[in-house]
C-alpha cells in the first residue's frame, strides 16, 4: 500500500518473498527480492490502484536464475540492439479447460466436438465458447494499457489467441507476461482453467503455439527484404538452440502437420503457415516489412524467446 500514486517503477520500493516456498531459495536464505521494472493500471481494483512487473535477485543482488528478464534487458540495452529498435507481436494461443475434468470448454465430457474446419474466427454457440473471458480479457488488458492489438477464435474449439504488439523490446515481455496474468485472473472469476500447454489434445487438433512477428529499423526501411533474408539464415544455423529455448513440450506441437514445422527442420517460405519463418506476402511486395517465426510454443517466456530473435539477429557474428 502506498501513500499516492506512482508512476515510476524507480519510485516504489523493493519488496521481498520467501523463495523457499517457490522452489527458488533454500530454507536457511529463502528472501528473493522483489524489483519493480513495469508499471499497468490495475483492471480489477481500477483508480489509482496498479500492476507491477517485478524481477527477482538474491539479497546480494544477484538475479536468480528464474530471472529470464535481466539478461533480456542487458540485450536490448545493448547500442546495436537499441539502435535497431526492434518491435514485436507475439500471438499468444491457450486453451480454456473445464475446471474439474481438464479438457476443453465446449466439449462433451470423455468425448470430441465435430473436425477442425468451422471453428477458427467461428461464431455461434455450437462453435465458439468462452468468448465472454476473452471479450473481459480485452477491456482489462486495453485499460491496463497493455499493447493488445486483436484477438480471434482458434482452429481448435476451446482455443483461443490475443496479439500482443507492436511492442519494442523489453517491453514485448513485460506486456505478453501481465497480459497472461490477467487472463489467469479472468479464468479463475469465470472457474474456468487456463492451459498454455503447446498440445493439450493429442490426435488430429491443433496445437498452441506463441507466434512471434518481428522486425527492426533496418527491415523496416527501403532494401529491408534483403536485412530479412540475411537475418533468417543466421536464424537457421541456430535452429537448435532456438528450439531449445522456445518452450516445454513444444515437440508434441511441431509436428509437420497442423501448421507447424517439424521441430528438426528448419525452412522459411512467403506466405506458408508449414515453415519454420513465414515472411507475408506484403512484405515481399513491399520490398521491406517484417518476418513471423512460427517456432515458439504457447509457453515460452517471452524474454527469452524475443532477446534470442534479437541477439542473433543483430549481435551475433557466425
Known sequence: TLSGPVSDPAKLP???YDGSSTGQAPGED????????AIFKDPFRRGNNILVMCDTYTPAGEPIPTNKRC????????????????????????????????WPIGWPVGGFPGPQGPYYCGIGADKAWGRDIVDAHYKACLYAGINISGINGE??????????????????????????YILERITEIAGVVLSFDPKPIQGD?????????YSTKSMRNDGGFEVIKKA??????????????????NERRLT????????????????????????????????????EDRRPASNM???????MIAETTILWKP
Open 205 to 213: 487438433w491443433n496445437g498452441a503455439g506463441a507466434h512471434t512477428n
Open 30 to 37: 529463502s528472501e528473493v527480492i522483489l524489483y519493480p521494472q
Open 71 to 102: 539478461n533480456a534487458a542487458k540485450i536490448f540495452s545493448h547500442p546495436d540492439v537499441a539502435a535497431e529498435v526492434p518491435w514485436y507481436g507475439i500471438e499468444q494461443e491457450y486453451t480454456l479447460l473445464q475446471k474439474e475434468v481438464k
Open 155 to 180: 482452429v481448435m474449439p476451446g482455443q483461443w489467441e490475443y496479439q500482443v504488439g507492436p511492442s519494442v523490446g523489453i517491453s514485448a515481455g513485460d506486456e505478453l507476461w501481465v497480459s497472461r
Open 256 to 291: 509437420g502437420r497442423h501448421e507447424t514445422a517439424d521441430i528438426n527442420t528448419f525452412l522459411w517460405g512467403v506466405a506458408n503457415r508449414g515453415a519454420s519463418i513465414r515472411v507475408g506476402r506484403d512484405t515481399e511486395k513491399a520490398g521491406k516489412g517484417y518476418f
Open 301 to 307: 517466456d517471452p524474454y527469452v524467446v524475443t532477446s
Open 14 to 16: 523493493k519488496w521481498n
Open 232 to 249: 533468417i539464415e543466421k536464424l537457421g544455423l541456430r535452429h537448435k538452440e532456438h528450439i531449445a529455448a522456445y518452450g516445454e513440450g
